[in-house]
């Protein structure tokens, strides 16, 4: 069963519309990238905390979802902070948790074809300019936020196979395993979207 990045609820922020929350995280994107007071960043990364907390999230969910977003995060930031300054360093690292946390939020409160719909709208008038297809940027939104969950379920399993085995436990090694069998469900996934004529070209 795959699992979903929703997750259901009646919170103020599961009521608003996706193009309501859209455009906020877009404002919300400009202003961090605007300012590069680490004391205005961090009132920013606590907010947006809170706002993930008001979806209902519980925060060993949160944390399981987060973790390896917020450890790359950690990485670029500490590579600012040697190769620049450590203020810059802090920065960067308050800059993009801030907007994992807030993109979090949305996901966690919003269902994947509502994306899809508002993402299909969105791109109509450049479709009418002959640059893209809505439909199918809104399908690819939408495969994209339903099956991240999936390749986390994929990981999970070969680590506890690796356990069962006795083998170390290595993300390394597991890399590869991980990637041919996200490759072959994509193989699939794009068969039977061609098959059902979901794509028109």
Known sequence: ????????GATPLHRLSVRIKLAGLFLASLAIFLTGSPLL??????????????VGMSFSEAGSRLFWPLVSIAIVAVATGVFETPL??????????????????????TEVGDFMEEITVLMLPFE?????????IGLALGLVLRFVPEIATRYESLRDAHAARGLPVRP????????ILTLKDADMIAMAIDARGLRRQ
Request: no cysteine; hydrophobic share 65%.
């Open 128 to 136: 009418r300019l002959g640059l893209v297809n809505a439909a199918d």
């Open 41 to 54: 960043l961090g009132g920013a990364t606590v907010l947006s905390a809170l706002v993930l907390a008001s």
């Open 88 to 109: 810059q360093g802090l920065v960067v690292l308050l800059r993009f948790a801030t907007l994992i946390l807030l993109a979090a939020a949305v996901t966690a409160s």
């Open 1 to 8: 069963m795959l699992r979903s990045l929703h997750i259901d």
């Open 172 to 179: 390394l090694k597991m890399l590869a395993p991980l990637i």
